[in-house]
């Protein structure tokens, strides 16, 4: 099984500047025969369910703000908040895809400074 | 735009069987490009997948929940359901049903999730 680790656990940034999660799988989701990392990006408010944020590792979903940027390939994947708003105050997941069973990281709380 | 919702109880006693619904709205359950799945997420903890189905009934589960979840589907319904036997308090935690892109894996859209509690 694939194991997903998140960095920080915690994180506070002042608004406007950036963000910066870490993600790292005990595999490489990087499948040869596409190209594609299988990672995916989840943002979850209090009392809310997950909302995808970005897939293919550094493919963002429709609607999606464009400072909310992802990156990485094989083992090592980051999410980027470019300007933080105050309504990024969320928990972060990522999630491989590559192999059954799909895992999560741990998730990132991210706070304002 | 798709939508969907989970049903079931709320309140739960050990070693009962947890049976929950999830119904899709605004569009088919049917369709060959998705597969559709469970994830519970403990109170103040993180995700993990149950499993997801098929419209032709194909299933996946995660090995540790394997021997207890049964996920199944009615698409006259347009609905999918969990079954989870023998619960103990571990069991506790928000479901959430969502539908899993077949050529992909993200979970996308969410339900709004239902809390399942186990205590005797």
């Known amino acids: 099984d694939i194991v997903m680790t998140q960095s920080p656990d915690s994180l506070a940034v002042s608004l406007g500047e950036r963000a910066t999660l870490n993600c790292k799988s005990s595999?490489?989701?990087?499948?040869?025969?596409?190209?594609?990392?299988?990672l995916a990006w989840y943002q979850q408010k209090p009392g809310q369910p997950p909302k995808l944020l970005i897939y293919?590792?550094?493919t963002r979903e429709s609607g999606v703000p464009d400072r909310f940027s992802g990156s990485g390939s094989g083992t090592d994947f980051t999410l980027t908040i470019s300007s933080l708003q105050a309504e990024d105050v969320a928990v972060y997941y990522c999630?491989?895809?590559?192999?059954?069973?799909?895992?999560f990281g741990q998730g990132t709380k991210l706070e304002i400074k | 735009q798709l939508q969907l919702q989970e049903s079931g109880p709320g309140l739960m006693k050990p070693s009962e069987t947890l049976s929950l619904t999830c119904t899709v709205s605004?569009?088919?359950?049917?369709?060959?490009?998705?597969?559709w799945g469970w994830i519970r997420q403990p109170p103040g903890k993180g995700l993990e997948w149950i499993g997801s189905?098929?419209?032709?009934?194909?299933?996946y589960y995660t090995p540790s929940l394997k021997s207890r979840a049964t996920i199944s589907v009615d698409t006259s319904k347009n609905q999918f359901s969990l079954k989870l036997s023998s619960v103990t308090a571990a069991d506790t935690a928000v479901y959430y049903c969502?539908?899993?892109?077949?050529?992909?894996?993200?979970?996308?859209?969410w339900g709004q999730g239902t809390l399942v509690t186990v205590s005797s």
């Open positions: 969502a539908r899993d892109l077949r050529n992909g894996g993200w979970f996308d859209p």
């Open positions: 605004g569009g088919s359950i049917s369709s060959d490009s998705y597969y």
């Open positions: 189905i098929y419209y032709s009934g194909i299933t």
């Open positions: 595999q490489s989701v990087l499948y040869s025969s596409n190209n594609k990392n299988y």
């Open positions: 293919w590792a550094s």
């Open positions: 999630q491989q895809y590559y192999s059954t069973p799909y895992s």
